[in-house]
């Protein structure tokens, strides 16, 4: 049909786009607006499987759309105008690539002929993201053909896939429209094909490699790290069956969804932070057993560093190229297979004590953890605690980086009721925090609640726009600038404020006002877990400030190291006489 008009071959090729996506299982979109991108915006609202949120900042609706993928574990759509406007998706395309999660990302871009020349709002749109992307694809303008429009209709199914498997992650259709851009005439659009959900395949571990795990970690002490994962319930039950075989301790960090939930907890390790790293602690594990990505914990990360234990990583999706320190053997696999793998072979369990040397140091921990003083001043780690009490079975609580995830780290404990927590730890950045949990608070939780220090929440306050309606509490604590320095060799030196700390002595009151937000502002510890039921019960987008002292802070959680470290070494002292 080569006399049809231009706007309506591209809703027909945009459309074809969309449904060969939408027959893949994706059924979400989120849309920044735009003039050149208004045929896949006009497509996806034609669609009646795509759901679509709206929102006007890019960085925050790719933000808002890995969220949406982080919560549904389905790709998601992203689409933006043509020139710098998807330049503004990098921070959580960098994010979604190194935290395997699936994004389609659709860039309208500028037709061949306008390129190469100055022509307005045209840029290279091709390299944008280099080795960020899992794949990258440019149909060309659209073209009055059926034969096109299938060929369409194929790269959008065959895209969602590419972004599941065999790695997750995001990639890039790009797409040069030529105008109109807005149909000239009403155009009929075809019945929507059948959606299928797609079968996600699971890497068994090699026999092979089996085998030198075996030889490696059989009859010996080892001990199993699981740093951050997206596993379900099935890897919980099968790595903690595993640990009790080989009577060994599972090192979790809080992003390993280990700490919380039914499963057998009893191997379950989550204090070490505070004992790692003390002196008298002697304790030399002959393997390491490693999932997920590396754990927040600088002790923990050290203490690996330390050990010339060989490490066994489990990378199924062969992320990591260069294998880090003392790895000894890299395994492809399904975590839940692997661990189920090694269980049925019945390797021979460690010697005896070596668990419960870990479980003694946990219940020292415990011990001094809970006969800290608790002042009314606001903490961090009473916090932790008030709020992980509150929160109802089978919540979301989305972590910030920088200090509220090493807080929950340190003080979050361990109990049988299920949570899942979440954080943007890729690349740990500060950037898209909100955007991240407003997209991940539409998955099905009782209650969804962010955990956020004053910067995140300042560098991503735009992201707000896209929480009303939504139910959701916001916890900001707000000790006036970057924190986490004031634990780091910098905060000795004369230029550390104005440099390091950058107090932005914002009152974001202000913030909840100009977005709708409900506001409480907390100066007392009696004063939080009163505010955040409040909170849960009022609905709604809620936000709660707490008020912190950053140097009151930092002394009560060196005197809880140092009292850790004091009884451990009176402890060891004991024991030699």
């Known amino acids: 049909m080569p006399d049809q008009p231009q706007g309506v071959s591209n809703l027909l090729w945009a459309f074809a786009l969309i449904d060969g996506l939408a027959g893949a299982g994706v059924t979400r979109a989120v849309i920044s607006p735009g003039s050149r991108s208004t045929p896949l915006v006009l497509a996806c609202d034609a669609h009646p499987a795509i759901e679509i949120s709206i929102q006007v900042d890019e960085r925050c609706a790719a933000f808002l759309a890995l969220g949406q993928a982080r919560a549904s574990g389905r790709p998601v759509i992203l689409i933006a105008t043509s020139g710098s406007a998807p330049a503004h998706w990098y921070p959580a395309v960098i994010e979604a690539s190194h935290s395997n999660i699936p994004l389609i990302l659709l860039s309208a871009d500028r037709p061949p002929e306008l390129h190469g020349w100055g022509a307005n709002q045209t840029t290279d749109q091709q390299r944008l993201f280099g080795s960020h992307l899992r794949a990258f694809h440019d149909p060309g303008p ?7 429009r299938r060929r369409m209709h194929r790269l959008g199914n065959s895209a969602a896939k590419q972004a599941l498997q065999p790695h997750p992650g995001p990639l890039q259709i790009n797409l040069p429209l030529r105008e109109p851009l807005v149909p000239e005439s009403r155009v009929d659009l075809p019945q929507p094909a059948n959606a299928s959900a797609l079968p996600i395949s699971r890497p068994a571990p090699d026999p092979e ?26 890897f919980a039950a099968a790595v903690t069956r595993l640990a009790q075989q080989l009577h060994c ?5 809080p992003l390993s969804n280990l700490r919380f939930g039914a499963h057998d907890r009893q191997t379950v390790i989550c204090r070490y932070d505070a004992y790692l790293d003390a002196s008298s602690v002697e304790l030399k594990p002959g393997w390491i057993l490693r999932f997920g990505a590396l754990p927040v914990s600088k002790p923990l990360l050290q203490f690996m560093e330390r050990t010339v234990a060989p490490v066994i990583l489990c990378d199924p999706y062969r992320q990591w190229p260069v294998a880090p320190p003392n790895t000894a053997l890299t395994l492809a696999a399904d975590p839940a297979l692997l661990c189920d793998a090694i269980h049925t072979r019945a390797p021979a369990p460690g010697p005896a004590g070596w668990l419960e040397r870990f ?11 809970s006969a800290e003083t608790r002042d009314d001043r606001p903490f961090e780690g009473c916090l932790i605690q008030d709020l992980l009490a509150t929160l109802p079975e089978g919540s979301l609580l989305f972590s910030g980086n920088s200090m509220p995830i090493r807080q929950l780290d340190s003080w979050s404990g361990s109990s049988a009721k ?5 954080a943007n730890r890729g690349v740990s950045g500060i950037d898209g925090n909100l955007s991240t949990f ?10 969804a609640v962010a955990l956020l220090g004053d910067l995140a929440f300042y560098h991503d306050m735009n992201g707000l726009l896209a929480a009303a309606g939504r139910n959701l509490v916001i916890v900001l604590l707000n000790n006036n600038g970057g924190g986490i320095f004031g ?6 030196l004369e230029s550390y404020e104005p440099y390091w700390n950058t107090a932005t ?10 977005y709708d937000l409900g506001y409480q502002r907390v100066t007392r510890q009696s004063g939080f877990r009163p505010a955040l039921e409040q909170a849960l019960q009022a609905g709604g987008p809620q936000l709660i400030e707490v008020m912190i002292e950053r140097t009151f802070s930092i002394e009560r959680h060196r005197h809880y190291r140092s009292a850790v470290a004091e009884a451990l070494a009176g402890e060891a002292d004991d024991s030699k006489t």
């Open 142 to 148: 659209a073209i009055a053909d059926s034969a096109a």
């Open 209 to 234: 490699q089996l085998n030198t795990t075996l030889a490696l970690i059989s009859g010996q002490p080892g001990i199993i790290v699981c740093g951050a994962t997206d596993h379900d319930e099935s």
């Open 505 to 514: 002595n914002l009152d974001f009151q202000h913030s909840a006002a100009l």
């Open 359 to 369: 479980q003694r140091l946990e219940q020292v921990s415990h011990r001094i953890m």
């Open 438 to 447: 407003i997209g991940m608070s539409c998955g099905d939780y009782p209650a």
């Open 418 to 422: 299920r949570l899942r927590i979440h």
């Open 249 to 253: 301790p599972i090192l979790t960090d």
């Open 487 to 492: 634990y780091l060799p910098q905060s000795a």
